[in-house]
């Protein structure tokens, strides 16, 4: 039972995150003892959780392999803030938000890509590579960009961002590693927890930023609902558009396209709470950006594999 509940959990995340963020929408109170405090902590947990299902092989893949990962990592560092950039100017949005949708932009790739590329028969070796090293590369490449980006705007602090996010990012995936090599007992035992409990984790993120957002989520909800779908949307056809005129495989090209779309937004939320703490409404499209990226990662999912499907069902052309 306990299995069965722990796959539920983990298959059915986006309705689960959608359902909660509607709720904590609609009823904030309900949800008031989640502090936005605890963001960070609860974010250094997902990250604790992937260190513990790192293995050698992983770092292995990235020399062996190097051209589709730097290749997928360099879109998601340059299509992503692009997109965000852009949007941010035709929706002609105000600096808090603006601020938002950058900061998701300039995020590394999602924790929840590697099981969207594995239901998308995709690359799964590949996505969990990208993910690691944009992971890696984000203590660097995030601040820049949202100086480079957002530093005209509202001040942007690069060496107090990049220690803030060495501290919520890199340190518990070392710790994580450290406590498999130490306890890999304990540590096999946690990894069958894993997908479920960070499931849990960023639905609490979620509902923590949308209840302490949601009277300002009321009047600029449309907009910002808007701009996340086109971000994510925007994110996905242009990663799988880049990867296939650079004539990579098409399982290559679905998990470029996923990983490129999908942006770990709780650490754009985090961010906001650490650094931009007078401009909460910041972390509103991080939050949003965490409900619609799982919804639509999934149905993305199901059309890659039904493509797959329908592709074995038709079998290879014969010629007479």
């Not at 509940?5 to 904030?28: D, G, K």
């Not at 949007?87 to 949708?101: I, N």
Request: proline share 6%; net charge positive; charged share 10%.
């Amino acid at each position: 039972m306990l299995s069965r509940l722990l796959s539920a959990i983990t298959r059915y995340m986006a309705v689960i995150v959608l359902v909660t963020a509607l709720a904590a929408f609609l009823w904030p109170g309900a949800f008031s003892f989640i502090r936005t405090s605890w963001i960070t902590p609860m974010l250094g947990l997902v990250m604790f959780g992937m260190g513990l299902t790192l293995e050698p092989g992983d770092f292995a893949r990235v020399f062996a392999r190097p051209g589709p990962v730097f290749t997928g990592v360099l879109f998601q560092f340059v299509l992503m803030p692009g997109i965000a950039w852009v949007l941010s100017r035709l929706f002609h949005l105000p600096p808090e938000l603006t601020l938002g949708v950058l900061l998701v932009g300039c995020c590394p790739g999602g924790t929840s890509s590697n099981v969207i590329c594995y239901l998308a028969k995709g690359d799964v070796a590949l996505s969990v590579s990208m993910t690691m090293v944009s992971t890696l590369l984000s203590p660097v490449m995030t601040p820049l960009l949202v100086k480079l980006l957002a530093g005209e705007i509202i001040p942007v602090d690069f060496w107090s961002m990049f220690l803030s996010i060495l501290e919520v990012i890199i340190l518990p995936i070392l710790l994580g590693r450290l406590f498999k090599r130490t306890q890999p007992k304990a540590s096999e035992k946690a990894t069958d927890f894993l997908p479920a409990f960070s499931s849990i984790v960023i639905t609490l993120i979620v509902a923590a930023v949308v209840a302490a957002s949601a009277g300002k989520l009321r009047e600029v909800g449309l907009v910002v609902i808007a701009v996340v779908i086109l971000h994510n949307l925007l994110g996905f056809a242009l990663g799988y558009g880049a990867a296939k005129a650079l004539r990579q495989d098409e399982q290559q090209a679905r998990t470029i396209s996923i990983e490129v779309g999908m942006q770990n937004s709780g650490l754009a939320c985090s961010l906001v709470a650490l650094h931009f703490a007078s401009m909460p409404i910041a972390a509103v499209p991080g939050a949003v950006f965490s409900v619609w990226h799982n919804i639509s990662g999934a149905l993305l999912a199901r059309g890659f594999a039904r493509k797959s499907l329908k592709q074995q069902q038709n079998g290879p052309q014969v010629q007479p």
